[in-house]
């Protein structure tokens, strides 16, 4: 059994490729951001020492964080 793909019937929806892959590159670099500003802030939540309400209610959250980020499978986290 022989087969031969014919990319001409993809040629034209081609702008529907190129509107998805620039999708893509948006999605991509918006969770790059927002995924390093979240690192950031958590990762400043944790080191800091809980002196008032709003320092501990940070380093509250930030640890509940990641403990359930820690507790939860990756493939669990997949799947969702």
């Known amino acids: 059994m022989e087969y031969s793909f014919d ?4 040629w034209e929806y081609r702008w529907v490729f ?3 892959i620039w999708l893509t590159v ?14 950031v802030i958590m990762g400043a939540g944790r ?3 809980p ?5 501990r209610s940070v380093w509250g959250a930030s640890t509940v964080y990641v403990y359930l980020q820690l507790a939860i499978p990756a493939l669990v986290l997949l799947v969702l």
């Open 7 to 10: 990319f001409g019937a993809m």
């Open 18 to 20: 190129a509107k998805s």
């Open 26 to 39: 948006e999605l991509s670099v918006l969770a790059i951001i927002l995924g390093t500003v979240l690192g």
């Open 47 to 49: 080191a800091i020492e």
């Open 51 to 55: 002196r008032s309400w709003l320092m």
